[in-house]
Each structure stands twice: as structure tokens, then as C-alpha cells.
Nanobody, 126 residues
Framework: QIQLVESGGGLVQTGASLRLSCVASTRTFNNFAMGWFRQAPGKERENVAAISWNGGSTYYADSVKGRFTISRDNAKNMVYLQMNSLKVEDTAVYYC???????????????????WGQGTQVTVSS
């Protein structure tokens, strides 16, 4: 059973930056794509970024494109989300997740993932 643990969230002001980290306790980390999701109160969970197993392919939601960067370090079983120019609407609980299946690309649907971290709160104030 894989365990995913996120860290790096916090309370920041508009325009600030945060770097989220996620460590995975699995020997097969580098076989899988990874994703970052977020869920704001009263809203559905949404994919904000995803990355292929080797980091060669990445995906960003339109709402974060140009501001967020996903990366991974397979030697450390880590995936990161660098968030710059944060906006109030970025406020949410952020989750890292591993998809159900091994693939050469990335996955963007919530239903494609079956392993989730506990989440880390990001709050952006104006």
C-alpha cells in the first residue's frame, strides 16, 4: 500500500509563492505518472498538474498554466508543485496522487487515480 505525504502548504498573500512537496513510500514510484489536485470548499476536486513517469511530459490546467510547475525526483520518490503568483482563487486543499495504471504519459481525471495523500491546505489572502 503506497503512502503519499504532502507538505509545504500555508497562508500567503496574493502574488506570493509556495512549493508543495509529496513523498511516496513505494519502490515503484518511478513506474508511475503523478498528479496534483486541489479541492476548494463546495467544489469538486480538480487536476491542476500532472507529470509522466520520467518527467518528460507535463500537463497544467488552464487556470494555473504559466504560474505552476510540476516536477519530480525519482531518486528521492518526490514530486513537487512550485506555485508562483498565487491568487485568492488558488485557495484549496492540495493533494498529490498516483494513478491506477502505469503508462507512458500522464492522467488528468480524478477517476484515473486511486492513491491519495492526506492533503495540504493552501490559503491565499488578498
Amino acid at each position: 500500500q503506497i503512502q503519499l505525504v504532502e507538505s509545504g502548504g500555508g497562508l500567503v498573500q496574493t502574488g506570493a509563492s509556495l512549493r508543495l512537496s509529496c513523498v511516496a513510500s513505494t519502490r515503484t514510484f518511478n513506474n508511475f505518472a503523478m498528479g496534483w489536485f486541489r479541492q476548494a470548499p463546495g467544489k469538486e476536486r480538480e487536476n491542476v498538474a500532472a507529470i509522466s513517469w520520467n518527467g518528460g511530459s507535463t500537463y497544467y490546467a488552464d487556470s494555473v498554466k504559466g504560474r505552476f510547475t510540476i516536477s519530480r525526483d525519482n531518486a528521492k520518490n518526490m514530486v513537487y508543485l512550485q506555485m508562483n503568483s498565487l491568487k485568492v482563487e488558488d485557495t484549496a486543499v492540495y493533494y498529490c496522487a498516483r494513478p491506477k495504471h502505469i503508462g507512458i504519459g500522464y492522467y488528468t481525471r480524478v477517476d484515473d487515480y486511486d492513491s491519495w495523500g492526506q492533503g495540504t491546505q493552501v490559503t491565499v489572502s488578498s
